[in-house]
DNA sequence: ATGAGAATAGTAATCATTCCTAAATTGTAA
DNA sequence: TTACAATTTAGGAATGATTACTATTCTCAT
């Protein structure tokens, strides 16, 4: 009758040296790193990991929800913040970065209580010209 | 002095087969097909299509405005409705499906008045369980 | 009709990510 | 401690989506 926890929380997680290198490396940066950037940041202290184990242990803790998970363009990003904050990409250098504001409202709880889908989580990215690509842009365009 | 229109917009384009049956398929849907469903749609009417076909124009579409390329989560995902709207993805039968609502006031322009990014687009993702998987995974449960 | 630029089909190449497996590590319970 | 089963790892192979390349064909302004 009762129907217990769902199988993927009943497995029981082993606490590594390289799952823990590579929480503290993201946990370490604002950036929002891909896996092979993560790989070389941990390789500084575990110069034998492979990409293999980054990739397993990012895609579990994203599960568990300890971290982000994002669409990067190219590459999927990996974001050490795990609260809903806005994303914005920047088409030129292709940096991700925080935007400095909240989600608008609840807009998941609005969604919610609007439609029967079962939210898990969003995502906003916003895409464009970071600041800086902005001013280099204008002054090719002047030049 | 004066700058003139960028390098992107002067390139004069030429309207193919290929290029029209691509925009008509994925007009005709209220999915978001990825390149090769679209590819095979487009087989249909042009037999001899080759993905490369698929993929570069979609991508010039895309880059013009006229559709939208999406993350699907593996792979991207196009839309023929180019207006900003909400979606949706489901974990579990990977459909992307657009919400009905209205994106959020306009966010873009509070995003925009607020920071000095220059804004071409956003995109806003919801995922979790659709209706019908919701169901689904209700009936496992209790049996 | 012509010709310069643009697009195409077909194929090879790239690149991120996943899969595989024998060996090593981890947590636990005697 | 020691012993053991479950879990994780390193390394390399495999996969799958997307891009790059190129000889040929097409488009359209003249
Ligand atoms: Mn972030
Ligand atoms: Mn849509
Ligand atoms: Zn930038
Ligand atoms: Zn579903």
Redesign the pocket.
Known sequence: MSAGKPESQ??????????RA?LNALESVVTHP???VIYEMVRKE?P?????????????MATEGMILRLD?G???RYDGNSTPHLHFRCLCCNAMIDLPMNPHDDIQKIVQTLTDFEIKSYEVIFTGLCPECKLTKKKEQTA
């Open positions: 009943k497995k029981k997680k082993y606490l590594t040296p390289q799952r590579i891909s896996a092979d575990l034998i990991i492979s990409m293999g184990t980054v990739y397993r242990n990012l895609e579990q990067g190219g590459q999927k």
